[in-house]
């Protein structure tokens, strides 16, 4: 069974820093976190999610990210830790949402990279983790 585990939300002030950290397991069962492309996503209360940022397995290439975070969110993954990481740079009040972490299938690919936009594309997924960012 593969298990992701957020952590790291909470209160920030706009303009400040949040790191959000997703951790992986799941070897018992064969999941090898390297050949996952994992995503960040969030969900307003009443709304869909929205896609935020991805990263592909190791060797796919690449990451991606929504307009709306381009320049201020950074993906990255550390497959020591089995850990990806979503930093938060100048956050702005209407980036508060859950923030959700997730997984595609092993070695995914569609047409336009190794990793996936939407929420159809991932098999696994956290919990969430709050994010508010207010003065």
């Known amino acids: 069974q593969v298990q992701l585990v957020e952590s790291g939300g909470g209160l920030v002030q706009p303009g400040g820093s949040l790191r959000l950290s997703c951790v992986a397991s799941?070897?018992?069962?064969?999941?090898?976190?390297?050949?996952?492309?994992m995503g960040w996503f969030r969900q307003d209360p009443g709304k869909e999610h929205e896609f935020v940022a991805a990263v592909s397995w190791n060797g796919g290439g690449g990451t991606y990210y929504a307009d709306s975070v381009k320049g201020r969110f950074t993906i990255s993954r550390d497959t020591a830790k089995n850990t990806v990481y979503l930093q938060m740079i100048t956050p702005k009040p209407e980036d508060t949402a859950v923030y959700y972490c997730?997984?595609?299938?092993?070695?995914?690919?569609?047409?336009?990279?190794?990793?996936?936009?939407?929420?159809?594309?991932?098999?696994?997924w956290g919990q969430g983790t709050q994010v508010t960012v207010s003065s």
């Open positions: 997730a997984a595609t299938g092993e070695y995914y690919c569609s047409g336009y990279g190794c990793y996936g936009l939407q929420q159809f594309e991932y098999d696994y």
């Open positions: 799941g070897a018992a069962s064969g999941f090898t976190f390297s050949n996952y492309a």
